[in-house]
Nanobody, 115 residues
Framework: QVQVVESGGGLVQTGGSLRLSCAASGSIFGIRIMGWYRQAPEKQRELVAFITSGGSTTVANSVKVRFTISRDNAKNTVYLQMNSLKPEDTAVYSC?????????WGQGTQVTVSS
């Protein structure tokens, strides 16, 4: 079994920063990719960013300049550094881990950006 746990969400003012963390544990031999999706109320889920075990990153164009994804393989943890936050970044951010082509999800963490 694999557990994926996010942390770091919260309330921040426009222009502020947050760092989300996501740790995978359990039977995690062979983690290929870890990443983040987000879903705002009444909107479709959106891929934010992901990072491979080799360190290659992909970040959505909508946040590329402001968000950075990184990974600590030794800790099986991925980080999403979010800077210059905007109200439109308000969403539930969910982490996932691709473990040998099986996807495991965290419970999600709320990020709210006040104007």
């Amino acid at each position: 079994q694999v557990q994926v746990v996010e942390s770091g969400g919260g309330l921040v003012q426009t222009g502020g920063s947050l760092r989300l963390s996501c740790a995978a544990s359990g039977s995690i031999f062979g983690i290929r990719i870890m990443g983040w999706y987000r879903q705002a109320p009444e909107k479709q889920r959106e891929l934010v960013a992901f990072i491979t075990s080799g360190g290659s990153t992909t970040v959505a164009n909508s946040v590329k300049v402001r968000f950075t994804i990184s990974r600590d393989n030794a800790k099986n943890t991925v980080y999403l550094q979010m800077n210059s936050l905007k109200p439109e970044d308000t969403a539930v951010y969910s982490c996932y881990a691709d473990v040998s082509y099986t996807i495991y999800w965290g419970q999600g963490t709320q990020v709210t950006v006040s104007s």
